[in-house]
């Protein structure tokens, strides 16, 4: 069993910060990318940043410069930075991460998303 708990979504104003974190537990044999997606309502889910195990970050475009992605690999957890936030920030934020699950007897299986519960980030005035 694999889990991604999440935490540090809230209400923040505009301008403002706001810290996420998302620890892996569980079963895990390694993991590979970790990623933040968002979902707006009436929108589909999208990439906000992705760090591999090796420390190469990816980042959308519109949250280029004002979003830090980081990781810890020796406790599977990653973190997002969010600085100067805007009111089209405002979205449920899902931790993602690529990960290869060990099955008892069997050993580690074949890489699979997980996906954390979800925190709500809210950016308003």
């Known amino acids: 069993q694999v889990q991604l708990v999440e935490s540090g979504g809230g209400l923040v104003q505009p301008g403002g910060s706001l810290r996420l974190s998302c620890a892996a537990s569980g079963s895990i044999f390694s993991i590979n990318a970790m990623g933040w997606y968002r979902q707006a309502p009436g929108k589909q889910r999208e990439l906000v940043a992705s760090?591999?195990?090796?420390?190469?970050?990816n980042y959308a475009d519109s949250v280029k410069v004002r979003f830090t992605i980081s990781r810890d690999n020796a406790l599977n957890t990653v973190r997002l930075q969010m600085n100067s936030l805007k009111p089209e920030d405002t979205a449920v934020y899902y931790c993602?991460?690529?990960?290869?699950?060990?099955?008892?007897?069997?050993?580690?299986?074949?890489?699979?998303?997980?996906w954390g519960q979800g925190t709500q980030v809210t950016v308003s005035s």
């Open positions: 760090i591999t195990s090796g420390g190469i970050t």
């Open positions: 993602n991460a690529n990960l290869r699950r060990n099955f008892a007897h069997y050993g580690p299986l074949p890489p699979s998303d997980y």
